[in-house]
């Protein structure tokens, strides 16, 4: 063994040791933690012939890297839609790297360890009380729970009239159908050869929605004269948080011939709430739906799952198998994740979230939720008071908004580039109903009624200062 390995391996107790601590000093003050810095590096470091152990090279990060972190887990974090960790999720975290199992199968020789992925997709189904003709997996993000599901769909399409596209490639057009697409449905459009264009835009509801308009989607459906088509449908889109009416969607799935798929990336946990459960109501109908668990779940990244109906799985099979040869045996019993998801080799993806969902039980994540939507509800009066105005209702977490008044339009991205400096909070542009605007997010199990105050008051500071 080489000796420097040598040597780690008969001081790992005190390399683990000391990044415990290391973890715990960032943890422990992660509220004071900038959201974002200038610090930089040159990328170009050179690798050593001999190298520096596992000490040295810790001092090396904690001198040169270290620095480059902000507190993208922390309470003030408000960009995109980001999540944090929990202690919990942390410890799962850990112990898949620490395990390092090579998740495949549920019955072989090599290790069964995706039955714990079974056993957390089941907690899963639970949480969001969906039914179990669902079958789930874990992948990186939504952004690939969306492929693993619409490459299921573009299969299924195929199938309507007899081809196979996973073997033979596409050979005719794809209909697509969808109001508000994430911009990573589109991009999964590319990638799957459908084509990043190549999509019907349904109307959105009349005023200040983002959800489809059903009556435009059954006319747009008309106009396909009965050729199958796939629905994307949004739980949940980043700027307003709106959803689409899924109980319409499940009896127009009645009459016409589709693909149903639900991007429910974070707003598919309004499930979890009495208050807001409503929203989802239907979405069991779905064939195929996207959650993200390093979102609300509070989960490190990479995070997520895809839920596709028990049903689909032989058309799953054929988009994802390995081998040219038929699939033997019944493919539930013989089941393998390296037949029904992108990824071969995978690491125990789904541990933080089974640590998470065991140690706070559904309550704990009822309670994250809640405390979230009402802490934006909070942000989107304290705006108003001030001299902002909100461009969308807030239906659940995320308040979009700009500087109050028109004049003030060529203002937003200096306001928010100088609010962003200041380290306190990090918020995202955006644009909505062509307005600039600026989306914060509510996810993180750590914000608190304090967070938003300090927010409010450096907002007042900047825009004083503008
Ligand atoms: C965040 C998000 C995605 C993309 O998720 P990643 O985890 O970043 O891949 C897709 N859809 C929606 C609605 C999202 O909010």
Redesign the pocket.
Same mark, same amino acid.
């Given at each position: 063994m080489n000796s420097k390995l040598q040597h780690d391996l008969n001081n790992f107790e005190n390399i683990l040791e000391k990044t415990k601590q290391q973890g715990i000093d960032f943890l422990n003050n992660i509220e004071n933690i900038p959201t974002s810095n200038t610090y930089s590096i040159d990328p170009k470091t050179v690798l050593n012939e001999l190298g520096l152990g596992s000490i040295e090279a810790l001092k090396e990060f904690n001198e040169r890297l270290a620095p480059l972190m902000v507190s993208s887990s922390g309470p003030r974090y408000w960009g995109?839609?980001t999540g944090g960790s929990t202690p919990a999720s942390i410890v799962g975290d850990w112990l898949a790297s620490v395990y390092d199992q090579n998740t495949q199968s549920v019955t072989s020789q090599g290790g069964n360890s995706a039955l714990i992925e079974f056993e957390t997709i089941n907690l899963l189904l639970q949480l969001l009380e969906l039914p179990d003709s669902f079958l789930g997996g874990f992948v990186t993000?939504?952004?690939?729970s969306?492929f693993t599901s619409l490459a299921v769909a573009r299969q299924w399409f195929g199938k309507q009239s007899g081809k196979d596209f996973a073997k033979n490639g596409i050979s005719e057009p794809i209909n697509i159908l969808t109001a508000t697409p @994430?911009s990573?449905s589109v991009k999964c459009l590319s990638l799957l050869g459908i084509g990043s264009q190549n999509y019907t835009v349904v109307k959105t509801i009349e005023g200040n929605r983002e959800a489809l308009d059903i009556g435009d989607l059954e006319e747009k459906i008309k106009a396909l004269n009965g050729k199958p088509f796939i629905l994307i449908s949004?739980a949940?889109?980043?700027n307003t948080a709106d959803f689409d009416d899924f109980e319409a969607i499940a009896a127009l799935k009645e009459k016409y011939n589709f693909w149903w798929h639900i $991007?429910g990336?974070?707003g598919g946990f309004a499930a979890v709430s009495e208050k807001y459960k409503h929203y989802v109501k239907g979405w069991d109908g779905a064939d195929s739906i996207?959650i $993200?668990c @390093?979102?609300w779940l509070n989960v490190p990244y990479e995070s997520?799952f895809y839920l596709i109906k028990k049903d689909h799985i032989n058309l799953q099979i054929e988009t994802f198998q390995n081998s040219n040869a038929p699939y033997l045996g019944n493919p539930l019993e013989n089941f393998n994740y390296l037949n029904v998801l992108p990824e071969n080799s995978r690491r125990l993806r789904a541990l933080p979230a089974w640590f998470s969902l065991k140690a706070y039980g559904k309550e704990g994540f009822r309670d994250i939720i809640e405390d979230s939507t009402a802490l934006a509800l909070h942000f989107g009066n304290a705006l108003i008071e001030n001299d902002f105005e909100l461009l969308a209702p807030i239906r659940l977490n995320n308040v979009c908004f700009t500087l109050k008044g028109e004049h003030n339009q060529e203002k937003v991205s200096q306001f928010l580039s100088a609010l962003n400096d200041t380290g306190k909070v990090f918020m995202t542009p955006t644009v909505y109903q062509n307005k600039k605007g600026i989306r914060a997010s509510f996810v993180n199990w750590r914000t608190t009624e304090d967070d938003v105050k300090l927010v409010i008051e450096e907002m007042r500071e900047v825009l004083s200062e503008l």
């Open positions: 995109f839609v993000g939504a952004t690939m969306n @994430h990573s949004s949940g889109t980043v $991007d990336a974070f996207t $993200d @390093h979102k997520a």
